[in-house]
Nanobody, 129 residues
Framework: VQLQASGGGQVQAGDSLRLACAASGRSLSDNVMGWFRQAPGQEREFIAAISWSGGITYYSDSVKGRFTISKDNAKNTLYLQMNNLKPEDTAVYYC???????????????????????WGQGTLVTVSS
């Protein structure tokens, strides 16, 4: 499985971006997927996750209400719609996928990087004030 993240760029505070993560090698329509980010000098942090069915989503407090995670099973692609971007959102954004199919976890598990076996290469988002 390969994940290819795209859509990053340099924007102004208040702008929007949509990140995409295209999966290849197998269908991930039945897999938990998520987004993480890593700012310079900081550890990778959880941003958002979506259950295998797509019916449940989780967000970090820092992005809740501004970011929306979704997936298009027909395109085998995960998205992250980011609105009202702030300078503190500047980071490299990574998409990730759990290799297990049709598996449900506790909320805390979705937020752990350990859950995800497949990772994209990252796309840089820079937000200036």
């Amino acid at each position: 499985v390969q994940l290819q993240a795209s859509g990053g760029g340099q924007v102004q505070a208040g702008d929007s971006l949509r990140l995409a993560c295209a999966a290849s090698g197998r269908s991930l329509s039945d897999n938990v997927m998520g987004w993480f980010r890593q700012a310079p000098g900081q550890e990778r942090e959880f941003i958002a996750a979506i259950s295998w069915s797509g019916g449940i989503t989780y967000y970090s407090d820092s992005v809740k209400g501004r970011f929306t995670i979704s997936k298009d099973n027909a395109k085998n692609t995960l998205y992250l719609q980011m609105n009202n971007l702030k300078p503190e959102d500047t980071a490299v954004y990574y998409c990730a996928a759990d290799e297990r199919r049709r598996t449900t976890y506790t909320e805390g598990s979705y937020k752990g990087s350990w859950l995800y076996e497949y990772w994209g290469q990252g796309t840089l988002v820079t937000v200036s004030s």
